[in-house]
């Protein structure tokens, strides 16, 4: 074979070369996640930022709205204004994973098999670690479920309505209380989700001081940081969501 020959057999795949906005902004991404620019730090300007890298403004301005949609540059407008960096924000990280769950077609039972255990563990946690400002708060929750609790009605469902939204405001509290950013950021995905699903749900009205029960034994064991007994009380709670 000679040399020409051998040159005409080489086959390249295509290569696909990465956005220079894609890399900018991957750059620009690693120098926050690693520290090294500590929250409200405000970047160059974007023909300042032109200069520095040699590329077009189109192209700073697309890194730039990928950061902002990442959660990770706050741009303001103004005088005074121009491109911030700010730390990620577990609420828009709950958000994404709630609409990648939705997009991947995860089934209720999935979503319900999961929480089962994430949200005991939430509870033990949040038993143990909350500080002395959030336990006061959750003795307001307690003053509130307990009110309901004991409350007569001549509405049924706008008790239900009542007690399922305290209810729903307690879940939502826990994973802050285990001072677990990961946790949060997956509680807001799956509370997310599973405020679609309860839309589906026909209420029953005629076991809301039940409920308010059940919130009411819980919030006691937080407050008095008992893990493992509000572990088990979170359990049994989700057990009569499953039923």
């Given amino acids: 074979m000679t040399a020409s020959d051998a040159r005409s057999t080489i086959r390249l795949s295509p290569m696909e070369v990465p956005k220079a906005s894609d890399v900018l902004a991957t750059e620009l991404r690693e120098r926050i996640l690693s520290g090294e620019y500590p929250e409200g730090t405000p970047l160059p300007p974007e023909r300042e930022l032109v200069v520095q890298t040699h590329l077009s403004r189109t192209t700073v301005r697309e890194a730039l709205r990928k950061l902002e949609a990442q959660g990770l540059v706050q741009i303001r407008l103004g005088g005074t204004g121009g491109a911030f960096f700010q730390n990620p924000d577990p609420g828009l990280l709950g958000s994404a994973l709630s609409m990648l769950l939705m997009f991947e077609s995860v089934t209720e039972a999935d979503l319900h098999e999961y929480r089962f255990d994430f949200e005991q563990e939430?509870?033990?946690?949040?038993?143990?670690?909350?500080?002395?400002?959030?336990?006061?708060?959750?003795?307001?929750?307690?003053?509130?479920?307990?009110?309901?609790?004991?409350a007569m009605s001549d509405d049924p469902l706008a008790m239900w309505t009542a007690v399922e939204e305290l209810d729903l405001r307690v879940h939502e509290f826990l994973p802050e209380l285990t001072h677990n950013a990961v946790r949060v950021a997956i509680s807001k995905g799956i509370h997310d989700a599973l405020k679609r699903s309860f839309e589906k749900v026909e209420p029953q009205p005629d076991s809301p001081q039940k409920l308010a029960a059940e919130v009411v034994e819980l919030l006691e064991l937080l407050i008095a940081a008992k893990g493992p007994e509000a572990r088990r009380a979170m359990s049994a709670h989700l057990r009569q969501w499953r039923a």
């Fill in 122 to 150: 939430n509870a033990e946690l949040a038993a143990v670690r909350a500080t002395d400002e959030q336990r006061a708060q959750l003795t307001e929750m307690l003053d509130e479920a307990r009110h309901l609790r004991d």
